[in-house]
DNA sequence: CCGTACTGAGACACTAGTGTCTCGGAGGAG
DNA sequence: CTCCTCCGAGACACTAGTGTCTCAGTACGG
């Protein structure tokens, strides 16, 4: 191990408080949020964010990989290969929308992080779950799985925003979505 | 008639035409395109497109408010109450994806322009058509009706992304995006 | 053919944000 | 207690975009 890599515990939470207040008022304020917006939400000084992360823009894609790296770990521990895919998928709506805001400043801007990173631990996944739904007519086969798949980001992203406006509750919203993607609006 | 509203057929070609670069170019580079990128794609100088819309604001508003009018029109002439709500609502996607990447820049950006009329074009009309849907019980009641809206919303924006990417053909997205908001993803 | 009105180009002031640097102070480790 | 490190505050230069203005050229109608 490189001792350049070992940070003292108040590094950590320091950079953790900067992380976290950066995706809420990047979840808020969108592109708009400044640095020093970030550095006032955090209770940090401008400066000190700027020792902490040299650009903006190494701000946004540390942010990009820690909820892809969050939202990876919780999809990795859904157990999703394991469990039919209707479960399947209700797991994954949990995962992605309890990351959240953090997840929101991805989906909202074009900050995306490592491409690789987020096919591996997201989109391979997801689309080995989708994949299993087609293969065993659990889901419809009529529509390409790159469509399905969109569709059910934009389900996802409505769904975030739905909860992070507090309009609803995560345990609803995952318990809806996954009803409406699987059984559609239509009654009965 | 106030004479002052009475604009020569060059003024209003060449306000379509900025109005027009504007949606493309808003659409592509999002928030971050300037009023010189405008206007270069509009093919005027920069002075000229000030000459045609003051602020860089009043271009954006100008721009939703075309956007939610022609929506609006497209809807109103769509006779969604003459008809069974699973056509309704084919029609409505039709309508909205239609408009394409004009309606993109207010679905990403938060240009919301005025939201009365938001509402009153767009948001009457939809809410009418889903209201009568689960009246009429076409669609399922055990979700709020402003839920299933945004997810209506979700659809609608995943699939405007998808057509203006040409991965898929307005008739092909209106088709699919409305049988699975109907059907869900379930097979058979 | 002429003049009027519009246009593009560019200079300009102004604002806001980024990233750098310095300095005095505070707080924790020894 | 003392030293050492980190921090906040603020000054600073720089960049990019906005909105204003002027001026020479051009298209178009009369």
Known sequence: MDSSLVHSPRHDRTTAAI???????????????????????????????????????SLLE??????????????????????P????IERIVRAIVAVGDRYAVILREEILPDREEVERLLGAPIRAVFARGVRTEVLRSDVTLEI???????LLTSTIKLVGQR???????????????????RAQ
Chains 1, 2 share one sequence.
């Open 167 to 185: 309009r609803v509750g995560l345990e609803d919203a995952a318990a809806a979505v996954t009803d409406v993607f699987l059984q559609g609006s």
């Open 62 to 83: 540390a942010l990009a990989a820690d909820a892809v790296a969050e939202a990876g770990a919780r999809l990795a521990d859904a157990g999703l290969d394991g469990v």
């Open 148 to 154: 399905l798949l969109e569709l059910f980001g934009g």
């Open 85 to 88: 895919v209707e479960l399947a």
């Open 19 to 57: 992380l976290d207040a950066a995706a809420h008022v990047l979840a808020a304020d969108g592109a708009a949020a400044s640095m020093a917006d970030v550095a006032n939400a955090a209770g940090v000084g401008r400066a000190t964010l700027y020792r902490y992360f040299e650009t903006r823009e």
